[in-house]
T-cell receptor
Framework: RKEVEQDPGPFNVPEGATVAFNCTYS??????FFWYRQDCRKEPKLLMS???SGNEDGRFTAQLNRASQYISLLIRDSKLSDSATYLC???????????FGKGTKLSVIP | DTEVTQTPKHLVMGMTNKKSLKCEQH?????MYWYKQKAKKPPELMFV???????INESVPSRFSPECPNSSLLNLHLHALQPEDSALYLC?????????????FGPGTRLTVL
């Protein structure tokens, strides 16, 4: 089983749509969880950390379910500028080791 | 300010060349990282420095040689690379390298080996 699994997409959605990404992780000892976004040929940029209580930042909501080892990201009212690859990231076995999912590509269409 | 800078932005080198990639952060972070990213793949960890000491080497070939001159700077020395080493090389930093630390990435150096 892969350590962090994501649906690779692509997700093609119209502007204004709501889109949800899911991610599962295999290491039950993982401590921290993140969503990064990466634009084509650019570096990953932190979108948000993910907490068990859930967290929201504007149009973005992230949820963590430790029991199911599942992380989600919800984007409401999609904008063209949301088009990017979204990386689910989990800290791995060692304290420095981030484990990246392969990313989910989102294209928001006018 | 969560800025990590990297130079150069692009680098083309031959297999016999020696070059260096540079990374700098002024956030007071004590952990710094080198990653390699190939097209359509996630970043792969290469090296971790914590408090200026090499903590992790992910079995990287010796043609890649990291150096941490001080807590703000991280270099990656390149020698006798192969065409398959062409990739985006990303530097990142985090506060102290703990399990809950957020890593902040630089813009990367796009390396082409001819």
């Amino acid at each position: 089983r892969k350590e962090v699994e994501q649906d690779p997409g692509p997700f093609n959605v119209p502007e204004g749509a709501t889109v949800a990404f899911n991610c599962t992780y295999s290491n039950s000892a993982s401590q921290s969880f993140f969503w990064y976004r990466q634009d084509c040929r650019k570096e990953p940029k932190l979108l948000m950390s993910v907490y068990s209580s859930g967290n929201e930042d504007g149009r973005f909501t992230a949820q963590l379910n430790r029991a199911s080892q599942y992380i989600s990201l919800l984007i409401r009212d999609s904008k063209l500028s949301d088009s990017a690859t979204y990386l689910c990231v989990v800290n791995g076995a060692g304290s420095y080791q981030l484990t990246f999912g392969k990313g989910t590509k989102l294209s928001v269409i006018p | 300010d969560t800025e990590v800078t990297q130079t150069p932005k692009h680098l083309v080198m031959g297999m016999t060349n020696k070059k260096s990639l540079k990374c700098e952060q002024h956030m007071g972070h004590r952990a710094m990282y080198w990653y390699k990213q190939k097209a359509k793949k996630p970043p792969e960890l290469m090296f971790v420095y914590s408090y200026e000491k090499l903590s992790i080497n992910e079995s990287v070939p010796s043609r890649f040689s990291p150096e941490c001159p001080n807590s703000s700077l991280l270099n990656l020395h390149l020698h006798a690379l192969q065409p398959e080493d062409s990739a985006l090389y990303l530097c990142a930093s985090s506060q102290a390298g703990g399990g809950t630390d957020t890593q902040y990435f630089g813009p990367g150096t796009r390396l082409t080996v001819l």
